[in-house]
């Protein structure tokens, strides 16, 4: 079975600057979240999503962070404008039921 | 709330010793427990997970771990580590199966030939 997707993988953008990434989740799992891993920390979730409805987004840096999932499938995030803090690696993980998440590999994202 | 500490940010072993790594928990809740590796440039595996039963539960690549419900610890043990399983590895709690986890800061765990 094919693992979660997400693209792109490493992306470079100076500060100020809007970037979006993507993912694709396992097929069927109806639960997806978006985490934030800033080097040497553990991963923190941003935003949770049930099906395409919000389930928990209270971490989420709402004045410059979006996240949608429309179709209730794949999901994009968005930082409009980035900071220099937000460099960290973007964690995209699905789940089926009250089983484990799986996490694809993630988009390291530099901010100059 | 929850939370999660890692009580070593490194560990350094040579290749066969065996190795823990230690992690403690809050939550005052009935509690999930799991450990998860990520090897350089990946995403999050699972290792192993405690959701109920025996306290001693046993994962993949000959990793196991503990539920210590008293010492409110989760430590994850090898008896004989590779250069392979270099690599940081999460701790993480939740209330609710896999639902929502809070992970702990991670222990990096290098493995000297």
């Known amino acids: 079975e094919a693992g979660v997707a997400q693209s792109p993988r490493y992306k470079i953008i100076e500060k100020r600057q809007s970037v979006a990434f993507w993912c694709n989740p396992i097929?069927?799992?109806?639960?997806l979240y978006w985490y934030q891993q800033i080097l040497g920390q553990g991963p923190k979730l941003l935003i949770q999503f049930q099906n395409n409805g919000v389930v928990d987004d209270s971490q989420l840096p709402k004045d410059r962070f979006s996240a949608e999932r429309l179709k209730g499938v794949d999901s994009t995030l968005k930082i409009q404008p980035a900071k220099l803090e937000d460099s960290a690696v973007y964690l995209c993980?699905?789940?089926?039921?009250?089983?484990?998440?799986?996490f694809g590999p993630g988009t390291r994202l530099t901010v100059l | 709330a929850q939370s999660v500490t890692q009580l070593d940010s490194q560990v350094p072993v040579f290749e066969e010793a065996p190795v823990e790594l230690r992690c403690n928990y809050s939550s005052s809740v009935s509690v999930y427990l799991f450990w998860y590796v990520q090897y350089p440039n990946q995403g999050l595996q699972l290792l192993l997970k405690y959701l109920s039963g025996s306290t001693l539960v046993k994962g993949i690549n000959g990793f196991e771990a503990e539920f210590n419900k008293s010492q409110t610890s989760f430590h994850l043990r090898k008896p004989s580590v590779h250069i392979s399983d270099t690599a940081e590895y999460f701790c993480a709690v939740s209330d609710n199966g896999a639902q929502k986890l809070v992970f702990g800061q991670g222990t990096r765990l290098t493995i000297n030939p």
């Open positions: 993980a699905s789940r089926l039921g009250r089983n484990e998440q799986f």
């Open positions: 097929s069927g799992h109806a639960t």
